[in-house]
């Protein structure tokens, strides 16, 4: 049983930074392709970022390219997202997800089906 765990959102100010943790259990990382996704209230889930195996290079979603970093840590069994220069807009709920089949960096949340409980980060203006 795949099981992702996030961690680290948090209350920040705006042009502040977090780093966030997707703690995987259950399988190893180095096996999925894995996103980032995030939910702000009253939105629908959106596509942050997405790291692929045989992808030399993530995807991002345009409102977050060259503000945001994924990278995983095979040996800690962990994704990060590393979150530079917030934004406001910025805050919502921070899902991971993972899937064994080859995603292809997807944006489609559809394609993922394994799914952490989510983590809030909240940017101050």
């Known amino acids: 049983q795949v099981k992702l765990v996030e961690s680290g959102g948090d209350l920040v100010q705006a042009g502040g930074s977090l780093r966030l943790s997707c703690a995987a259990s259950?399988?190893?990382?180095?096996?999925?392709?894995m996103g980032w996704f995030r939910q702000a209230p009253g939105e629908e889930r959106e596509f942050v970022a997405a790291t692929a195996r045989g992808f030399a290079w993530p995807r991002y979603a345009d409102s977050v390219k060259g503000r945001f970093t994924i990278s995983r840590d095979n040996a800690k069994n962990t994704v990060y997202l590393q979150m530079d220069s917030l934004k406001p807009e910025d805050t919502a709920v921070y899902y991971c997800?993972?899937?064994?089949?080859?995603?292809?960096?997807?944006?489609?949340?559809?394609?993922?089906?394994?799914w952490g409980q989510g983590t809030q980060v909240t940017v101050s203006s």
């Open positions: 997800a993972s899937t064994y089949e080859f995603a292809r960096c997807s944006y489609n949340s559809a394609n993922y089906p394994y």
């Open positions: 259950g399988g190893t990382i180095s096996s999925f392709d």
